[in-house]
């Protein structure tokens, strides 16, 4: 039998506010998102392990207050002045900037000009102190910062995320098997988007539909690699 070769061709992750899918472990975040006149000084730092919605609510952030949206490995050689002209700046990935002076000397001088210009959410996986910093008046600028994190999903947000990546792909999977692999996976919305993307290329190759077994062996694959 001819194998298909898997091809990447999903449709991008729809990342409006209406595709945010609202739960316990983020609605602590979302009502400090919205509420900026709580962000002393227009500053705010949004903290999450990968796959928590950082990104998807950095999207939504700066689409609506014009904003644009900047990977913090994309400052260097940015004038921060003009990254600030809209009023508003979302940095995704703020803990990249560790260890690169010239990303370092960018998110320092950002800093400094948000007050003046407007407001700044930066999102990152971890707090400042475990960034690995080298700049420290930026240290001590980010320690200081106000934080708000996202949670541990609960069962139902990991499985109505396990729901739309599916979706994004346009990937079949029976709802029984969505509630059999949530009962059976972490609570880790990273891994739930390694799986999708391991279930559509097994799928995709198999040349059928998603199966039991296929998820099982995938879920156990990346339970055990961790990749």
Partial sequence: MTRQIPLDLQTP??????????????????????????????????IGPDGSGKSHIAAFRAAE????????AALEGRS???????????????????????REAALFHLWNLTPARGSLLLTARSAPRDWGLTLPDLRSRMDAMTQVRLGAPDEELLAAVLVKLCADR????????????????????????????ALDAAALAAGGPVTR??????????AVSGA
């Fill in 170 to 197: 346009q990937l079949v999977v029976p709802p029984a098997l969505i509630g059999w692999l949530v009962r059976r996976m972490d609570r880790d919305l990273g891994m739930a988007r390694r799986l999708v993307v």
């Fill in 13 to 46: 992750p729809a990342l409006t506010r209406g595709d945010f899918l609202l739960a316990d472990a983020n609605r602590d975040a979302l009502a400090m998102l919205d509420a900026p006149d709580r962000w002393p000084q227009g500053r705010l730092l949004l």
């Fill in 213 to 222: 077994r296929m998820a099982a062996d995938l879920l156990d694959k990346i």
């Fill in 80 to 102: 921060p002045g003009d990254l600030l002209s809209t009023g508003a700046l979302v940095i995704d990935n703020a803990d990249q900037a560790a260890g690169h002076p010239a």
């Fill in 65 to 72: 207050c014009g904003a644009p949206i900047v990977d913090a």
